[in-house]
């Protein structure tokens, strides 16, 4: 079983940046890819980014394509998402989720443990 903890979130003004991180328990991190996903609040979940395991393949949401980069550190059993040129639309609650999966996927369903969720508030 992974636990995962996120923190980071908070207030930041239209075109600021934020940089959020997700700390992972157990030796097995390695072994994991990594998606970050966010709920707007009265939408539906969706997909931010994703990162493979070895950290060598990543993918994004065209919606913050060009703008967020997400990364990993997997000796210190840590994923992030840094977001810059952040805009009022990206204002949701941000969770990451673990995949065992080799194959770097993007729908919430194949992800198998998540977060207790950070809150990003962007102001315009």
């Known amino acids: 079983q992974v636990q995962l903890v996120e923190s980071g979130g908070g207030l930041v003004q239209a075109g600021g940046s934020l940089r959020l991180s997700c700390a992972a328990s157990g030796r097995t991190f390695s072994s994991y890819t990594m998606g970050w996903f966010r709920r707007a609040p009265g939408k539906e979940r969706e997909f931010v980014a994703a990162i493979s395991r070895s950290g060598g393949n990543t993918y994004y949401a065209d919606s913050v394509k060009g703008r967020f980069t997400i990364s990993r550190d997997n000796a210190k059993n840590t994923v992030y998402l840094q977001m810059n040129s952040l805009k009022p639309e990206d204002t949701a609650v941000y969770y990451c989720?673990?995949?065992?999966?080799?194959?770097?996927?993007?729908?919430?369903?194949?992800?198998?443990?998540w977060g207790q969720g950070t809150q990003v508030t962007v102001s315009s």
């Open positions: 989720a673990s995949d065992r999966s080799t194959i770097v996927r993007t729908t919430h369903e194949a992800y198998d443990y």
